[in-house]
């Protein structure tokens, strides 16, 4: 099996940064899930949550083959896992990760420009249960289009020689080649989406807060309403704009052309900004959500005590 033509100390250099930076997302997100399943029966009443939820199980489908595939790879300098069936499901998993990532966060805009602009359509979409209904059908589409591609043919796999993940379809079907290329240009246009809906949502809260002024209709009630919902709208804001700027970068970084060790180094930039997208969502919650903060608050004190204590969900 031939080495990479990577030195040494770039490939140090990348796998240690990509490293690092793999076990502090992992260990964000799992802690996330652990505040989220602790106050379940707080969150499960919120669609923006169970949505979030969603991309937390596409953040860690992303981290972890990053991890078990191109770190020690990166390190030994060769594909040490070879052309195994676990290194096609790692690689593949990347791609359903990914896909939830970008749908998701489809979602998650689509739920606050319905409830600013489309409350009936946000109830029937986003209500209590409608929400894991909509949620399962993301997953089945993502899933079998996933499934679809690979038993067609069109593979993905790690080149352990310049350190990308991409896809082989070679020997696959017609459909599988177009999917893969689709694939590659819905991550242009699906950010391209969210950054359209962003303009529209803020138009929007801004003639409501215009109109709520106006009218004086600002009732305790609703202003607490109209806070919470412009604080989620952020949140949104926050983890959408973050996948925009990877799917920028994969476009920028794409066309750049260096030579070696150079291009190395740019293959682990891309790497890092996956793996950044993919911590976002802990630091957002964590940063906004009272719940959140407060676990955080309480993993950081070592003299705390050893039962942790029940902490319900609000949001300032």
Known sequence: MANSPAPLDARLIGGCVLFIASVLGLFGNLTLI????????????????????????????????????????IFAGYGVHGASVFAMIMANMDTVGFMCNQYFALLLILNRFCIFCFPQLNGILFGRRSVLVTAIIFWLYIFGRTLFTVLAGCVKLFDSNYFFFKYNCTNAIGVAKKISQWTKYESYYLPGVMFFSFTLL??????????????????????????????LLIQSILICGMLQIESLSFAIVS?????????????????????????????????????????KKLLEERNASQELISVHAQLR
């Open 202 to 231: 803020s138009f929007a809260r801004f003639i409501m807060s215009c109109g709520l002024s106006l009218v004086k209709l600002g009732t305790k009630t609703g202003n607490k309403k109209l806070r919470i919902e412009k604080k």
């Open 34 to 73: 652990a505040v989220s399943i602790k106050n379940f029966a707080t969150f499960r009443k919120t669609a923006f949550f169970i949505i979030t939820w969603q991309l937390l199980i596409g953040d860690i489908m992303v981290i972890l083959p990053e991890l078990v595939i191109p770190i020690p790879i």
């Open 255 to 295: 066309k750049i052309k260096i030579p070696a060790p150079g291009s190395y180094y740019l293959s682990f930039l891309t790497s890092l900004i996956v793996i950044a997208n993919s911590s976002i969502h802990p630091f957002v919650l964590f940063t906004f959500n009272t719940d959140a903060t407060g676990i």
